[in-house]
C-alpha cells in the first residue's frame, strides 16, 4: 500500500487526539484567566464558533439531505466532567448506515473546508507575501484561525459515531460477501483493491491533503507544546 495512505491516517489520528486536549486546555488557561465557568465557556464559544457552527450544521446537512428529522441544535460548549462538549444536535432514531452518515459528516465536510481554505491560501495569497500587507496578514490570519478551530471541531463525539460499529460489522459483511462472490468469479480482490489505492489520481489527490493536512497538525503541536509548558508554571 502507497504510504500517503498511512500518512493521512496518521495525521487524522493525531488531530483527533489533540483536538480532545486543546479543547480541554483551553477551558482551564481560560479559567485560571478569569476565575469564572461562564466566562471561560463564553470565551472558548467565541474562539470556536466558527468551527463548532461547520460541526453542527454538517450534521443538520446530511440528516436533512437523508430526510433524518432533526430537533434541537446547540453552539455553546460545555463542560463535562474532564471534556469539553463544543456543541449538539438531537436527530431522530434511524437505521445504522443513515446514523453513520450523519455521524462522519463534520469529518468529510471540516476536511473539505479545511482543503479549500489552504488551497486559497497557498494559491492566491502565498507563504511569500502572506503578511506583506495588513489585508494580507488579516486574511492570513483569519485563514489561521479557522483551519485551527475547524480542525479541532471537526471530528465526531461518542453520541455522533454510535453506529459506527454497527455499521463496520455491516461493511465487513458486505465486503467478505463481495471478496467471495468475486472470487466464484475468478476475479481477484485483493489485486483489484490494490490497483485502486495505487491509481495515480487517486494518490496524487491524498498526496495533495497529506500536505495541506500538515498545516492543522502544525498548528496543533505547537498550542500543545504551548498548553503542556502553561500547565507547568
Do not use: C
Amino acid at each position: 500500500m502507497n504510504m500517503v495512505w498511512i500518512f493521512l491516517f496518521a495525521e487524522l489520528v493525531f488531530l483527533f487526539v489533540t483536538s480532545r486536549f486543546i479543547s480541554r486546555s483551553l477551558f482551564i488557561l481560560f479559567y485560571k484567566i478569569f476565575k469564572s465557568t461562564k466566562a471561560s465557556i463564553m470565551t472558548l464559544a467565541v474562539l470556536f464558533f466558527p468551527g463548532v457552527a461547520i460541526h453542527e450544521l454538517s450534521h443538520f446537512l446530511m440528516a436533512e439531505i437523508l430526510q433524518v428529522k432533526t430537533h434541537e441544535i446547540e453552539f455553546m460548549p460545555e463542560v463535562m466532567g474532564d471534556e469539553v462538549k463544543m456543541g449538539s444536535i438531537q436527530i431522530s432514531q434511524t437505521d445504522i448506515v443513515r446514523r453513520m452518515l450523519i455521524g462522519v459528516a463534520p469529518i468529510i465536510i471540516g476536511s473539505i473546508f479545511i482543503f479549500s481554505i489552504l488551497f486559497y491560501f497557498f494559491t492566491v495569497i502565498t507563504t511569500e507575501n502572506a503578511f506583506s500587507s495588513i489585508f494580507l496578514g488579516v486574511q492570513s490570519t483569519l485563514i489561521m484561525w479557522m483551519v485551527f478551530v475547524t480542525a479541532n471541531t471537526m471530528f465526531s463525539s461518542k453520541k455522533d459515531i454510535e453506529g459506527l460499529f454497527e455499521f463496520t460489522l455491516f461493511a465487513i459483511f458486505i465486503l467478505m460477501t463481495l471478496a467471495i462472490v468475486l472470487f466464484l468469479l475468478k476475479i481477484e480482490f485483493i489485486h483489484m483493491l490494490v490497483a485502486i489505492v495505487s491509481d495515480r489520481k487517486i494518490v496524487g489527490v491524498l498526496d495533495k491533503a497529506v500536505s495541506l493536512l500538515f498545516v492543522p497538525v502544525f498548528l496543533n503541536v505547537a498550542f500543545s507544546l504551548f498548553a503542556i509548558l502553561v500547565k507547568r508554571r
